[in-house]
């Protein structure tokens, strides 16, 4: 079944600790973004991919980093998590619209990450 | 950049009765404005979307209008039913890739 999947759902860590958080899909879509989002709070993207090689940083400042060498896959990394990162992190992808429309966005199920 | 302002917070209503959220943005090339669902616990999911050529559109229960010279569009459910209960973001977007939300509103539907 075509969906967003996402590693790990839930993390507890401690300060310092290099963390990637996984993001595949398998919807066949070019576009990739990454949120973080305070539960229930507002989304904030934080990064976005237009297709392989292509990553460009959101709104929010943030220290994470991503790649996107294959198309189906987009992993967020944190060299040296903070209790400031603590947070939840949503995946979701979007394929092109014809003529450049929009297209819906499909979000993952997201990760819990904790820093103590 | 494009800000995105979305009132109430939280909205309580009795079920049968109608809901409306409001959002407000600032970039006038925004031309793009969808509206998520997000259950406790889930992800969001998209409910209902509206371009800027079009003022007002319906789907069963719920509708969008847009109101491009005050720069504000609105979610209307009517007859809400306890399963409506969640939090609803609105967004705006300028281009075809970054979606700027609003903060949320908390709608709790009471039987």
């Known amino acids: 079944e075509a969906d967003i999947y996402q590693t790990p759902r839930y993390l507890v860590i401690g300060t310092g600790k290099k963390i990637t958080l996984e993001c595949s899909q398998t919807m066949g879509h070019d576009k990739m973004y990454w949120y973080q989002q305070d539960p229930g709070m507002e989304l904030h993207l934080i990064h976005y991919?237009?297709?392989?090689?292509s990553t460009e940083k959101g709104d929010l400042s943030s220290e994470s980093t991503v790649s996107r060498i294959r198309t189906e896959h987009f992993p967020l990394t944190l060299e040296s998590a903070r209790p400031s990162h603590t947070s939840q992190y949503l995946c979701a992808s979007s394929e092109w619209g014809s003529g450049g429309s929009y297209n819906e966005q499909f979000f993952g199920p997201g990760t819990r990450l904790t820093v103590l | 950049g494009e800000n995105v302002e979305q009132h109430p917070s939280t909205l309580s209503v009795q079920e049968g009765d109608s809901a409306v959220i409001k959002c407000t943005y600032s970039?006038?090339?925004?031309?793009?404005f969808p509206w998520y669902k997000q259950e406790l616990g889930k992800r969001p999911q998209l409910i209902i979307d509206i371009r800027s050529n079009v003022g007002e559109k319906k789907d069963q229960r719920i509708a969008v209008t847009l109101n491009k010279t005050a720069k504000h569009f609105s979610l209307h459910i009517t007859e809400t039913q306890p399963e409506d209960s969640a939090v609803y973001f609105c967004?705006?977007?300028?281009?075809?890739?970054?979606?700027?939300f609003g903060a949320g509103t908390r709608l709790a539907v009471h039987p």
């Open positions: 967004a705006a977007s300028w281009d075809y890739n970054k979606l700027i």
């Open positions: 991919s237009y297709g392989v090689n």
């Open positions: 970039d006038s090339a925004s031309n793009y």
